[in-house]
């Protein structure tokens, strides 16, 4: 194997330093530093590939502060570390809707019910519509799987294919924020 030059070295640097600056973790911490969440508890929700540092970093900036932490993450996915209290973990399916998906729409839902008008952090990144499903009343959740996977089939985008899902979803396009 030939040796790397200097270039590709500082390349290499250039882009281990970006990845770090945008990890989950940092960013999340680095919100909560800034403050504007208001005193005492907070509710805490993380959805979606990140959410295990998402959750990890919200626990460990809101301490004791932190309440009924809710943690759902693609099956396989290591679930948030031990130590931190209870954390209710729901692994689910990703890119497609499996039951356990069915389960965490309806664990969402019930969490930001339960606490209604209490304050609560939502933490969301890529993965989220297909690792929690709550579907709209009269929509049945074979139905709703089905027809995101024929649309997937189908070449739409993540744009498309989300804006389809709000429509058939109790919780996506806003609808979680109604909830909470």
């Known amino acids: 194997m030939a040796p790397r030059s200097p270039l590709a070295a500082e390349c290499e640097s250039v882009y281990r330093e970006a990845l770090g600056q945008l990890s989950a973790a940092r960013l999340v911490s680095s919100s909560l530093a800034a403050g504007g969440l208001p005193d005492g508890p907070v509710r805490v929700l993380a959805l979606g590939k990140a959410a295990t540092p998402m959750l990890e970093a919200a626990l460990g900036a809101l301490g004791a502060r932190a309440r009924d932490p ?21 692994a689910a399916g990703h890119p497609r809707a ?20 209490a304050p609560a952090l939502v933490l969301l990144s890529g993965g989220g519509s297909a690792l929690a499903v709550a579907p709209a009343e009269r929509v049945p959740f074979e139905d709703k799987v089905a027809a995101v996977a ?28 109604l909830l909470l």
């Open 150 to 177: 024929a649309l997937m089939r189908a070449g739409l985008g993540i744009h498309e294919l989300n804006a389809v899902r709000k429509h058939l979803s109790q919780v996506k396009g806003g609808r979680l924020g």
């Open 70 to 90: 809710l943690c759902v993450l693609p099956e396989g996915s290591a679930p948030p570390a031990a130590g931190r209290g209870e954390v209710r973990v729901i």
């Open 98 to 117: 499996t039951p356990a998906s069915l389960e965490a729409g309806r664990a969402i839902v019930a969490w930001a019910r339960a606490g209604a008008g």
